[in-house]
């Protein structure tokens, strides 16, 4: 099981409107600001620095 | 904003689906950039911040994440100067009881030039705060249900916090589950299921196909454990890739 610096983030949110397209490979993404967050989750994105990061977006529908 | 309500989110993944791991909810207008198409959406990020992989891309396995993890440096960020080496070899080492060891000795000398110090100071606190982190984590490996896999979290804390409080946690949580029969039932269950996953091929159908069978019989042996609910969902999984 990887756990070393391995953070796994689940981002719930809603599909709404037109869609931009994805970041490619090799590409900076655009960092999220984060509301609220749970379960001793990052303050803010530049905690992912240097980590691996597996950024789930999920809907609860 | 999220586009799920605050309410939603504790309701749906804390309190339904009982999410150990980080949740955040973010802005709407935030999310947008990151052009998702279908849920859940997944993008890798590697450790110099650019991605990894997309939602489009096939999820990296557990293979690739771990050579992914490699590239990882456990340094926090500090100036390019020669006389921060030999701080970050033992960050890059991860012993961090060394690193602290190090931090509180030249602190403490009299002589230390005031840049070094704010260096020193600032990796210092960020010690503290990655074992304020790790201690955290280990209480949440604590409450289960996967004992098997906590078990095994939590022998890879004591050896890498070795001397400081997070390893002090991580040995009485280990010495508790060792201690409650509940718990050392789901750990024989967890660790057999570990076990079975690891002694079938299930990149080829026939491999998948005895490793179903396997799972359904261990589902009956170890009925009501969190194991038996993990094989009651590989089986699903396994039915899905057929």
New interface residues.
Partial sequence: ?????????????????A????????????????????????ASFDD?????????????W | MSGEAEGTIQKVFIDQLGAKYPIAQIKESDKAAYGLKFFPSVYVIAPDGTVHSTPDDRMPNEQEIEELLKTVSLAPKMPDDPRYDPLRALWKKGEFVKVRDYLDKNLAAPNLDAAMKDVFTAQRAEIDKRAAAAKARVARLGEGPDYAEAETQLEKVEKQWKGMEPATAAAAEKARFASDAKIKKELTAGRALQKLVASHDASKTSGRKKLGEALQQFRKKYEGTHAASQAEQKITQLAGMR
Avoid: H, Y
């Avoid at chain 1, 099981?1 to 409107?17: C, D, N, W």
């Avoid at chain 1, 869609?19 to 509301?35: C, D, H, R």
């Fill in positions: 099981m990887v756990s070393r610096s391995l953070t796994t983030l689940a981002a719930a949110a809603l599909l709404v409107g869609l931009p397209a994805q970041f490619s490979k090799g590409q900076t993404p655009t960092p999220l600001e984060f509301v609220k967050v749970w379960n001793d989750g990052p992912f620095a240097g980590r691996v990061v597996i950024l789930k977006f999920s809907e609860s």
